[in-house]
């Protein structure tokens, strides 16, 4: 088992997974971050982690494939939403854990709640930061969104990357559409920007922001994620996305032990009171501890 003795923060790489590693304690947390962001979204709290939180767990910070410094998937392949969750089994896999903690913040929640409705077994506990239900479309626009995606996928062959004359202006980009400071895009943007010397680019795979050829209906949504058993809390932020908190009261009903914490910040709240997020994702996991 790949296991960091010490406490200090180590990079791995294996089977195409990166992730970023912090601890040595018997029991693992996995943290799954959201769309177009990568492990170093979860690296403030990381920071802030205790020795006693270091010396009981061992925290997993995975770069989902695509993103940060993981690897992409290959030319005749797409990033299916599912797929991510047998992306998170082959990392188990690849880091030899049969189950696991999970926080999951955005997409990182959706996947997150999707693979403990699958494989109850594998999770200790769920911790979701504006992240919940599953993102799903109108049967009536179905057809609609396929041809958009296909056509999306014809002019993405045709473009080539775009590099940037500095690196600054790629932080300063990722910070002007994001609600946090630059200083912080700083921080989640070093992960996923490479260099051929004289300019800069994306790391990330280009692909990841094609829309889905494939999405669920409600109806197909909220029956994949029914009847939840694992313990669950929810971190809800109180500038955090509209959509997540319209998908909290279509999806609550699907958990059968969730608890609801309100806290202050914007949608990356974790990395914006990293302090705070971190005491209620300990306290909640501790809870469902084995030791």
């Known amino acids: 088992m790949l296991i960091n003795k010490k406490n200090e923060m180590k990079d791995f790489l294996e089977g195409g997974f990166a992730w970023q590693q912090v601890g040595s304690g018997n029991e693992a947390v996995i943290c799954l971050h959201g769309w177009l962001d990568n492990s170093n979204s979860f690296k403030p709290l990381a920071n802030e982690l205790t020795n006693e939180d270091k010396d009981k767990f061992t925290w997993y910070l995975l770069d989902l494939p695509g993103h940060g410094q993981s690897a992409w998937k290959s030319q005749d392949a797409s990033y299916y939403f599912v797929e991510y969750v047998y992306d998170v089994l082959r990392f188990m896999k690849v880091a030899n854990l049969d189950k696991a903690h ?14 403990t409705s699958l494989y109850p077994d594998k999770v200790q506990s769920l911790s979701l930061i504006d992240g919940i239900g599953l993102v799903y479309q109108s049967s009536k626009s179905a057809k609609q969104n396929l041809l958009k995606a296909f056509n999306e996928r014809e ?9 940037f ?13 994001s609600d946090f400071s630059e200083e912080l895009a700083e921080t989640l943007m070093s992960r996923c920007i490479k260099s ?13 922001k094609l829309p889905s050829t494939m999405r669920f209906n409600q109806e197909q949504a909220q029956s994949l994620l029914d009847k939840i058993s694992v313990d669950t809390m929810l971190i809800l ?3 955090g996305y509209a959509q997540m908190r319209d998908n909290m009261k279509k999806f609550l009903s699907c958990f059968d032990r969730v608890k609801v914490s309100n806290v202050a910040g ?26």
Not at 155 to 163: I, K, P, V
Not at 266 to 291: D, T
């Open 165 to 177: 004359s500095d690196r600054q202006s790629i932080i300063k980009a990722r910070a002007s559409v």
């Open 196 to 208: 051929n010397g004289e300019e800069f680019a994306l790391t990330s795979d280009p692909r990841l």
């Open 102 to 115: 999970f926080v999951g913040h955005s997409m990182g929640g959706l996947i997150a709640n999707l693979l």
């Open 237 to 239: 932020p109180e500038h």
């Open 155 to 163: 002019r993405l062959s045709e473009q080539n990357t775009r590099w």
């Open 266 to 291: 914007g949608h990356h709240c974790h990395m914006q009171n990293p302090k705070q997020i971190l005491l209620e994702i300990v306290s909640h996991i501790k809870k469902q501890s084995c030791c």
